[in-house]
Structure formats: C-alpha cells, structure tokens
C-alpha cells in the first residue's frame, strides 16, 4: 500500500514537472514573437502603471452597480447571452481507501454524505464539474444570470436570479443564487485559490455553502469611502445548521411505540445580514466585513454517536473575514484571506438511548472554526499558496452537561494545504496541491491522512471578469 502510494506520488510530480517543462520551452520559440506582439496590443496582461493597474483591479464585492460587468446606462437587447463552459478535471491520490474516506465524520461538526465531498472525491479519476454559466442585460432596469452544474447524476439549476439596475446605489436581487454571506461563499468552485472548501464551511454551510431561493437587498451607502450593507430572506439554508423539514420519529427504536410529528418552521427561514467595506494604503487593499445568519432548524442526524437522531432549535452563525492583497507590480501580488466563524445552536435533540428509547433533552453548542491563506503570484503564469483550516472550539452539552472527548468530542482539529498552479492564460490552468487532514475520524478512530492532487481547469466562451 505504501509503495503504491509513493509510486502514484512520483507519478504525480513527474506530470507537473513534465508540464513545467513543456512549456518552459515552448516559451523559449515563441517568447520573443510574443513580446514584441503584447508591445502592439493593449489587453489584461499589460497595465500601463500599477496605480492604473489598482484601479481596474479594485473592484470591490457586489457593488451594485458593478456586480456582472454590465453597463448600467444602457442595454444591449440579444438574441444569444453571454455564454460560458468551466471544467475542471483531476487525478487524486490519499492514503486511505475510497470506503475509509466515505465514512468520515466529526462529531459536532459534520459527518460524510454523498455530496459532501463533491471535489477529487474519488481515487484516480475525477470530472469533478462541468458549469454552464449564461448572462445578459434584460433590459434598461433587469439583468439575468444563470448557473448549470452538470454531473454524472444530470443536470442541476445552482443559480437563476436577476438583479436591479434602475435605482442609484440600491440593488435587489431575486431568484436562487449564492448568499453574499461571508467571503467565499458566493465564489463558485473555479474562483477558489484551492480546491476544496475550507473545514469550517464544509461543517456549518454544507459542501455547497448557502445557496438558496429567495431575495437580496443591498445598499452602497453614500460616503466618501466604501461601506456596502445588505440583507437576505431565503427559503431553507444550508441541512448543516438550518433545515426546513417535518419529521416523524417513533418512541421505540423499533418502531412499537408511538409516532410523534414534528413540523418545519414557517419559510422563509433564513435571515442573513452583511456589512463589508474595504480601503487602500499605497499599493494595498484591504477589505473586511462581518456578517450575520440565524433562522430555526431541524437537523437529521446531527453528527453525533446516537445514530438516529433530529435537532429541533434554532441556530446562530457570524463570520468575520479580512482579505489583503499587495500588488508589488502588474503581474506579482501577494494576497492574505481569512474567515472566523461562530455557531450557536440551541433547542431539543431526539434521540434513541441504549435500550431503545427515544429521550428529548435541552441541546446547545458553541462551535467556532477558521481558516488563513496566503498566495503569492510570481509572475504571469505561477502562483503558490498554504491555508491552515482549524476546528478550533466544539463545546456541546445535553442537559446542560458539557460531552467531552468520552463522547468523541474533539476540537483544535487541522489541516493545512500547499498549491503551486500554473495558468496557461485566464482560461486554463493547472493546479498540482497537497494536503495533511488532521481533522477526520473513521469508524470513531481519530486518523490522519495525506492527499495529493493535480486539477486541471478550463474556460470556454464568454465569463465576466470575477471581483477581487
């Protein structure tokens, strides 16, 4: 097992070496022809001056009046929109088995479903999404964005929304989309500076992070610096720490009792505020905000040792986040993001003690976790990255009496990720990365594991350029 997994290590490195290699060369024929042509040409690998160069980059969050590139003075009525196609297509390796790695859980935080780990999920092998993004102008007060997951199981609409443009620095949004919560949770899969979701999303958000239907109304508020507050209403929120469903649960384990029905809350059930604001010194931009999500829940199978179980409560979560980026010249940045998050929930836990019975009792929890990153662009082409993820605090208690590591209930739970990609052009790029996961327990065995991977990511037609 061990020489196997140095063999498909080597044979990892030796690709992207061999890739390094190739095109090395390739710009050793064709370098000078390209130089003296990026002389004659004036497009996005060239900015004049770096203050020029701030400023087209600078563009901050969802400003409304900038959120998909599109003119706010006028539109152009099309017959075809703005079409676009992302792959992203991997080979995977880990130290562990596929059927290890489908039965990892942490109690407290989260346990595997199907579509938790929906990127470089197996060994070997992976498409891991294919995303059809479709946008356009409407008309002078409506535009129109759509986004089309494709996968071995069909087709799924992620995201169909509009937004306003008629009303000078207030926007409403409309429809199903990503929540503006936090910093990456809009950012689709392909904007990510790593492949695979921090820790703490994946436990408080689910593996998708908060998408939903509903609407957005933000509000770049009329001062001499940027101050952007909105607020969201959405339907159900995110099975990991909201949850809309009724449920039916028996008095015995075997089902001889008697059935007790618990009913979802009222929808829209989810509320969710945000405040972000952001500012540069010289060369560095800075942004930062806060925000606020909270709304009743009804978990299935709260991950904990009682297998069947239902959390019925309410549920608390605020994210602090902080991105800096310096940009040393027009082709080299240095850029520092980082997210804390907290989640209190509180209410009933049913669940089967070990005779059978069902038992109720007061649940509470105050959880926090948080992830920093730090990525480096070298030149045009490579950038190097590192994140460290932590579960930092897992406090829980039933009856008021605290679980503790008798109850496998761990906190300070890592891992920490390298990423060295090298990007083609805008449209492609390859992505070589390593992970150490110290945050993963199988079987109720606390176990350490490794994965490398290398991603390749494509783009095809037209996409707008993403925010900062």
Request: no cysteine.
């Amino acid at each position: 097992m061990k020489q196997k997994y140095i063999l498909n290590l080597k044979f990892l490195i030796v690709l992207f070496i061999t890739f390094s290699i190739f095109l090395s060369f390739n710009k050793v024929i064709y370098g000078a022809n390209e130089e003296d042509s990026s002389k004659n040409n004036n497009n996005t690998y060239e900015i004049k001056n770096l203050k020029e160069n701030t400023t087209i980059i600078n563009q901050k969050y969802n400003d409304p009046l900038k959120s998909f590139n599109l003119n706010k003075n006028g539109y152009s009525s099309k017959f075809i929109p703005d079409i676009s196609f992302v792959m992203d297509f991997s080979y995977v390796n880990r130290n562990i088995k596929d059927s290890e790695y489908e039965n990892i859980r942490v109690n407290g935080f989260y346990r595997f479903t199907p579509e938790m780990h929906n990127i470089n999920q197996n060994m070997g092998f992976n498409l891991n999404y294919g995303e059809l993004y479709l946008s356009s102008a409407v008309d002078p007060y409506f535009d129109l964005q759509v986004t089309l997951p494709f996968s071995d199981e069909g087709v799924e609409l992620e995201e169909a929304y509009f937004v306003t443009k008629f009303i000078k620095s207030l926007q409403l949004k409309g429809g199903k989309f990503r929540s503006s919560f936090g910093r990456i949770n809009y950012q689709h899969p392909h904007m990510w500076d790593f492949n695979e979701y921090p820790l703490v999303y994946t436990s408080f958000l689910g593996p998708d992070g908060l998408v939903d239907t509903g609407i957005q109304v933000s509000y770049l508020l009329p001062l001499n610096f940027y101050l952007l507050a909105g607020f969201e209403l959405l339907q159900n929120g995110s099975e990991n720490s909201f949850g809309t469903n009724n449920f039916t649960i028996n008095t015995k384990i075997d089902n001889t009792g008697n059935d007790l029905n618990v009913l979802g809350p009222n929808k829209p059930n989810v509320k969710t505020y945000f405040l972000k604001t952001s500012f540069d010194i010289n060369n560095l931009t800075i942004l930062t905000g806060i925000s606020l999500a909270n709304s009743s829940s009804r978990i299935e199978n709260f991950p904990l040792d009682y297998q069947t179980n239902y959390l019925v409560g309410k549920s608390d979560i605020i994210d602090y986040e902080l991105t800096a980026k310096y940009f040393i010249d027009s082709n080299r940045y240095l850029s520092l993001q980082g997210e804390y998050l907290t989640r209190k929930l509180k209410g009933d836990l049913y669940y089967y003690d070990n005779l059978g019975d069902l038992n109720i009792n007061n649940f509470s929890s105050n959880q926090s976790g948080y992830y920093i990153q730090g990525v480096y662009k070298l030149n045009q082409n490579y950038r190097i990255g590192i994140r460290y993820d932590n579960l930092s605090k897992n406090n829980i208690s039933l009856n008021n009496i605290s679980l503790s590591v008798n109850d496998n209930i761990y906190e300070n739970l890592s891992r920490i990720t390298l990423m060295i990609e090298y990007n083609f052009t805008e449209f492609s790029r390859i992505r070589l990365e390593y992970s150490n996961n110290n945050a993963a327990f199988i079987n109720g065995i606390k176990r350490n594991y490794n994965q490398f991977s290398i991603n390749f990511n494509m783009a095809i037609g037209y996409h707008a350029a993403h925010q900062f």
